[in-house]
């Protein structure tokens, strides 16, 4: 991440490829003098040409074409007020369309810097509460997914990186990008972490992690920050700098294939928890107004295991006893089928072994 070239934010679009992009344009300049011809013809009694008054859809069609191209050769001309009104009023406007069609992409072009930052200024006016995520690699991309996957809209999710094709890879999943080195504060508040309400700091290197999270912390002291370590030892450091939460990524994924070898169906269970699209996933989500005065045993029966309950800033595991039922403004974190997979007994292991949830 040595990249020292200011950065620049990358917005999603939708994106047409170019056969459709000129069929449309030749439909535009087609219509125009579809237009044209059709109105000349049915004005023909008051236009003129050497030979006197215009009789056949080729004259027109003739007028049309020397007319919206304007090459107008003058032996075709319109002799009445209302012709010459008609002129005024329709055909040179289609002679404009027709024209900006022909140069449209010389336009684009011209236009495209300045339509690129009006987006930007708009965009940076009106976005707020947003997730930062710094790094576009496996596990920037798995975090995004596991935030489209909980509900959370991508437009209010921007990636911060240097590589470009990472960029252009989160503008296609929706998200906003911004190409740039997010040890550097001005890339930062490019990607308006000062508003942002949720930092994931998902860069290859630890130390680059450390860098990103004192900035980010600095810049947005009542975030949640979320970090991951590639080494037990930094997480300690990822701690000191801000991070509320670090994820020791090399250290879980050998538990968990540790967990897999000597307990394969724990191991497939907390794969289903790690893979929402599986059938199970966690949640965390405030009490409902018909979930007060309910036991968490009583949301259990509804579908939902309660694993803690978070009143007043204070997590009370569900092995703990602190709760007995819910009161408004409590948070409860809850693993629950997938709305997408609502049959658990569809779900099938990678061994070909169905999951049997219900046991």
């Known amino acids: 991440m040595a990249n020292e070239s200011p950065a620049r934010l990358a917005l ?12 449309f344009r030749i439909f535009i300049a087609v219509m125009c003098i579809v237009v044209t011809t059709t109105v000349v013809y049915l004005e023909r009694d008051e236009y003129r040409d050497l030979n006197g008054t215009i009789q056949t859809w080729v004259s027109a069609l003739y007028y049309a074409t ?23 009023l329709l055909i040179t406007p289609l002679r404009f369309i027709f024209l900006i069609v022909l140069v449209g992409t010389t336009i684009e072009v011209l236009t495209e810097r300045s339509r690129q930052q009006f987006r930007a200024t708009r965009w940076r006016k009106r976005v707020k ?5 710094i790094g576009y690699g496996m596990k920037g ?3 995004v997914r596991a935030l489209i996957d909980q509900g959370y809209p991508s437009e209010n999710i921007v990636v ?27 890339v930062l508040r490019q990607a308006a972490v000062p508003s942002a309400h949720r930092v994931i700091v998902a860069a290859d290197r630890d130390d680059t992690s450390v860098l990103v999270t004192l900035t980010a912390r600095r810049l947005a002291p009542n975030a ?18 801000g991070a509320d939460v670090v994820i020791p990524t090399a250290e879980s994924a050998g538990r968990l294939l540790g967990l897999s070898i000597i307990a394969p169906n724990a191991g497939e269970l907390i794969e289903d928890l790690l893979e929402p699209v599986a059938g199970l996933q966690i949640s965390e989500r405030e009490v409902r107004p018909e979930d007060v005065g309910l036991s968490p045993a009583r949301l259990t029966a509804r579908g939902e295991i309660v694993l803690t309950v978070i009143r007043n800033g204070v997590s009370h595991r569900f092995d703990s006893g602190g709760v007995k039922v819910f009161q408004p403004g409590d948070k409860i974190v809850v693993i629950r089928a997938n709305a997408d ?14 999951r049997d949830r219900n046991a």
């Open 224 to 241: 949640t920050i979320a970090a991951a370590a590639r080494e037990e030892q930094n997480i300690g450091v990822l701690r000191q700098g």
């Open 341 to 354: 997979n609502p049959d658990p007994s569809s779900a099938v292991s990678r061994t070909g072994r169905p």
């Open 141 to 143: 991309r798995s975090a």
């Open 66 to 88: 020397v007319t919206l191209s304007t090459t107008g050769y003058g032996d075709i001309t319109p002799i009445t007020e209302s012709a010459r009104i008609t002129n005024i």
């Open 160 to 186: 911060v990186d240097t590589n470009g094709a990472n960029i252009k890879a989160a503008t296609s999943d929706g998200c906003v990008g911004v190409l740039g080195d997010a040890r550097r504060e001005e």
């Open 12 to 23: 999603p679009e939708k994106r047409h490829g170019p056969i459709r992009a000129i069929a």
């Open 129 to 133: 509460k947003h997730t930062v995520v």
